[in-house]
């Protein structure tokens, strides 16, 4: 019995929690399948942020629990966000699944497998004492790009989030740990990518240098034989000038930022507990757009949180038409159990989040494809990743477009390319908010 399949769920942090996963059952022995049906052990690594990642942990759960019965598997297990949350209801309730580990025991697993005989195991550890997975990663991403996680949990306590219950403190890696994991998915993968990632990014190395190292790690990533690095959940109120004048003098790191604002009218900001308003947010941006010109901008918005009067929302869009934000996500609010936006009274009907969502959607995509339109005739830098063959083209990225969330370029060539590779490519047209070009 050592045929792994695994599902990962949730995001790119979530990602690299299973990638150290597979390389300590690789370490172990184990192999591993895409195919849940040949799969003698299958592993659930689960997300609950959000009511919607619940329940579309416990369906894939309940799906891969039919190849108990219809396949080779004869333990499923498990792991990650879910069972950290809710360990005690999940015992009760999923009797198919035969483990289940918490977001601080993913590196127990091979032990936990070679004592299981049949009767159910739980683990769950402190996740405040966790040790942080540094080392070894079976990468699952395509090879010539990967998520680097510089720090785990969160110390921003908003009120709408359940992270800091789930994943414990903010616990930065050290330097030297984090470089010696890129040397070796550079060693091992060829990674030409790096997408930096935590709950919040610009945070790095308060709590084990006492103070901010963000740009000395990057520094040290920068000596290294990668091409772009992308920096992913800044949060806007340590998004400094001197941060942002770093961005723009360093070659290697893309000129694109994802700050996650969350809202934009200072009362709905105050009751998320951000540390910023809205006269400070526009202050940002300006400052962003002064200091480097040509940086793409990504965020995201709650909508529909407790309290968000016809006001409120009309100054988020206002406030979008206004920054034309190059790439912007919005989620409906998620009334969280546990959280203190739980408990706060004007909860916001569901129809009423949708039609806002909608609403901010269709002024947003408009922004985006105004702004694609004005790349026509330009020639950008293109990293390959796909081809799509009822286009019948090839399919990349440009340095604006991060990996798996933002836009694509449809591009032709007459010579052979090698996927990972960057290519110069001449825009002709576009397709929504995707573009389409050729190599002359």
């Keep these: 019995m050592n045929k792994i399949g695994i599902i990962s769920l949730g995001c790119d942090k979530n990602r690299v929690d299973t990638e150290n996963m597979l390389a300590f059952l690789q370490k172990d022995g184990y192999t591993f399948t895409g195919d849940p049906a040949d799969s003698d052990i299958i592993i659930v690594n689960t997300c609950a942020f959000i009511e919607s990642a619940k329940t579309e942990s416990i369906e894939t759960i309940l799906e891969m629990a039919e190849y108990k019965q219809n396949g080779k598997c004869k333990c499923l297990i498990v792991s990650g966000c879910l069972p950290q949350r809710y360990m005690e209801e999940l015992k009760d309730d999923l009797t198919e699944v035969d483990i289940f580990i918490g977001t601080a025991s993913y590196k127990d697993l091979p032990k936990l497998l070679e004592e299981y005989t049949g009767d159910r195991i739980a683990r769950s550890n402190d996740r405040d004492k966790r040790e942080i997975f540094d080392g070894e990663r079976v990468l699952t991403t395509p090879y010539h790009f990967a998520y680097v996680k510089i720090a785990e949990g969160c110390n921003n306590n908003c009120t709408y989030c359940a992270i800091p219950s789930i994943r414990g403190k903010y616990t930065s890696r050290k330097i030297e740990d984090i470089v010696s994991e890129v040397e070796g998915l550079i060693r091992n993968y060829g990674v030409k990518e790096l997408n930096i990632v935590a709950q919040d990014i610009t945070r790095y190395g308060e709590d084990i240098y006492g103070e901010i190292k963000l740009i000395e790690l990057l520094e040290e990533l920068s000596k290294l034989n990668v091409k772009w690095i992308r920096l992913l959940y800044c949060y806007p109120e340590q998004v400094t000038d001197r941060l942002i004048e770093y961005i723009g003098s360093n070659p290697k790191i893309v000129k694109y930022i994802d700050i996650p604002m969350q809202h934009a009218a200072s009362p709905v900001l105050k009751r998320m507990n951000r540390r910023i308003n809205n006269e400070q947010l526009v202050s940002l941006i300006a400052r962003i757009r002064a200091i480097v010109p040509e940086m793409a901008i990504r965020t995201t918005f709650i909508v529909g949180f407790p309290g968000e009067t016809e006001d409120d929302f009309n100054t988020l869009a206002r406030f979008i038409e206004e920054s034309k934000f190059d790439k912007c996500g ?111």
């Design 330 to 440: 919005f989620f409906a609010y998620s009334r969280e159990d546990g959280t203190p936006a739980y408990k706060l009274p004007d909860q916001i009907d569901e129809q009423v989040k949708t039609d806002r969502v909608a609403a901010l959607y269709a002024i947003q995509e408009k922004i985006m494809a105004d702004k694609c339109e004005l790349m026509i005739g330009k020639c950008v830098e293109v990293m390959y990743e796909d081809v799509d063959y009822d286009r019948q083209c090839f399919i990349g990225r440009t340095k604006t477009d991060a990996p798996e969330i933002d836009g694509v370029v449809y591009f032709t060539s007459n010579q052979p390319l090698d996927i990972g590779e960057i290519y110069l490519v001449n825009i002709t047209n576009t397709d929504g908010v995707d573009l389409i070009g050729e190599i002359s």
